[in-house]
């Protein structure tokens, strides 16, 4: 089953798509993630995407694109994958369809996550990850048990997203819905587009996604 998860910064894609990966199994490719590790590693692609990425703008679509066609052509999705952030432009769809055809692959499910655009601020402005370990918190959702350790390793040091700053959210939201929003349309008139209520708790979500996908 070939999924891709759409919706916005802070939507829940990555949450979603760590809980299908954990429970099913499913190979979950996130270009945000990966092009992280570029930046980290100051690789080629990563020096070119720093800049866009701490604005809040796209990466080059032929740089997102050879991300995703390298993954392909490794064989590792061959059982089916869940893209998160991928694609984001109409040009990545089509190149995407272009990839898929080649290797007589198709997209089985495009789960739309929506969220109100205030709840979106929140959950981004909000959110920190433990520096040693990467797991995820909120200052107001989900604080660390004991405050100002890591439940899952006991470190002190905790690291912010550096766009997801007040400013660069706001050039986030907006890129979303001039290049990003159109994907509804595209999808919707192949009949695989299905939407999410990402309003509701984490779990309830999780519960939506498993009974469109018929895991349950
Ligand atoms: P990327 O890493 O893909 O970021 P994004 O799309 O902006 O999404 P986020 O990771 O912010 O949010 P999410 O939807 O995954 O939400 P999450 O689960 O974390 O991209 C970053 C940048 O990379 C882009 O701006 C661009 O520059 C570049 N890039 C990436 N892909 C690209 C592409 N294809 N083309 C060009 N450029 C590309 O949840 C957010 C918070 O909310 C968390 O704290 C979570 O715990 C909480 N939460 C989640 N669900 C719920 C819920 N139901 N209730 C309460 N809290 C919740």
Redesign the pocket.
Known sequence: MNII?L????????????RLEDFYGFKHL???????SAVAERTPAGLL?KK??????????K??VQ??SDHLASGSSSGGFLL??????LD?ARSLDVLLSEKDMKIDYVLE?V?DIP??VD??C??YTCARCGK???ET??PPLREGFCDACGSMEFTR?P??SREVVDN?LQ??TEQTAPLVAYYQGRGVLHQVN?????H??SLEIEKILGLF
């Not at 916005?8 to 949450?15: D, E, F, I, N, S």
């Not at 990402?198 to 984490?202: A, F, Q, R, V, Y």
């Open positions: 998860l919706g916005p910064p802070g939507a829940g894609k990555g949450t979603q798509a760590r996130s270009t945000g993630d990966i092009l992280r995407a866009a990425m701490d604005a809040g703008n796209l990466v080059e679509d740089i997102v991300i995703i998160d952030g991928f694609p984001r432009t990545q996550i969220v709840v979106l959950r981004i909000g959110r995820g918190y909120h959702f989900a997203r766009d997801d986030r890129v979303y990402g309003m509701l708790p984490i309830d979500v």
